[in-house]
């Protein structure tokens, strides 16, 4: 075997584990240059998408906490990401749960939106995707049962897409401005926008965190980041590393890398002023409450 073969084999398998796609699949992609070692997992090259993966990862994230099955953090289970766009194989039974949680809705208890701002769903003949109303970034997806329709309001909820069509509402161009122009969205938006869209397109590798169990916690700080938490395997030295080499923190194309940046913490990882956390954790559970919290898991699903 040539060096340049293995050197596509490799980034093949780091592309395969980050994303759950056939290594065949991966190799093509070396083969025609779409993937390199600096790179091995397509990012998506225009502004607009990675802003609307990066809100579905961190609402997602968020809203799952501790909820996940098999490890499914973001509720996926494999990616096939492009310079164009983004599909997403989402885990069976937790997918209608999930899609309903990234649905913008008013809610008059919380008094705001929740969900993705500019989010909807639409079908076609390749089946469901959520498109961004406002900025124009789509995600297929696959898992979701075709009977999916928009849940109906309730419960001091009125689902946004009911109330606007596939025009963005008043109250979702508010949220919008908090995600992306306050304090709330943190120092450095566009390079957070930049890594939790990278994170959205490695589920197979992020999903290692929930091997043990099945779920991790996954958490943010209002719009500024994601922290995974978890315990028992794998440790977080392995998992920084792991992803690390999958290109999460690689400088965008073109960019230089910033001087001055202030030292990382273990398990942080940082592109720009914008951070992830990958943490592993002693929680000391026994047996009987493991196996509680996975049965608490498993009936949110039924």
Do not use: K
């Not at 509720?75 to 599909?87: E, K, M, Q, R, Y």
């Not at 469901?128 to 109906?152: F, H, K, M, N, Y």
């Not at 992020?206 to 091997?211: L, V």
């Not at 922290?227 to 965008?252: D, K, T």
């Amino acid at each position: 075997m040539s060096r340049r073969t293995d050197n596509r084999h490799r980034v093949a398998t780091i592309c395969r584990e980050a994303t759950g796609l056939a290594h065949h699949t991966c190799l093509r992609w070396a083969e025609q240059g779409l993937i390199t070692r600096g790179r091995p997992v397509p990012d998506a090259a225009d502004p607009a998408q990675r802003a609307f993966e990066a809100m579905v990862a961190l609402t997602a994230g968020d809203a799952l906490r501790d909820g996940q099955l098999d490890g499914a953090v973001f509720g996926v289970v494999a990616a096939v990401p492009s310079a164009g766009g983004l599909a997403l194989r989402l885990h069976e039974r937790m997918a209608r749960w999930v899609v309903t949680e990234l649905l913008p809705r008013l809610d008059e208890g919380y008094g705001g939106l929740r969900g993705v701002p500019g989010l909807r769903v639409t079908a076609d003949r390749e089946g469901l995707a959520l498109r961004d109303a406002a900025g124009g970034g789509t995600i297929r997806l696959q898992g979701v049962p075709g009977s999916w329709r928009l849940p109906d309001d309730g419960d001091g909820l009125r689902y946004v897409g009911r109330i606007a069509g596939r025009a963005p509402h008043a109250a979702e161009h508010e949220e919008l401005h908090r995600w992306r122009g306050t304090a709330m969205a943190g120092p450095d938006p566009a390079s957070r926008d930049h890594l939790l869209s990278r994170l959205l397109r490695r589920p197979a590798l992020i999903n290692r965190t929930g091997n043990a169990h099945g779920w991790v916690n996954s958490y943010c700080h209002q719009y500024q980041d994601l922290v995974l938490e978890w315990c028992c395997a794998p440790g977080a030295p392995a998992m920084e590393q792991s992803l690390r080499r999958s290109g999460l923190a690689a400088p965008p194309e073109g960019a230089p890398p910033e001087p001055g940046a202030p030292a990382v913490r273990p398990g942080v990882i940082r592109l720009g002023r914008a951070e992830v956390t990958v943490r592993c954790m002693d929680f000391a559970h026994t047996g009987g409450e493991i196996a509680e919290i996975t049965a608490s898991v498993e009936r949110r699903y039924e």
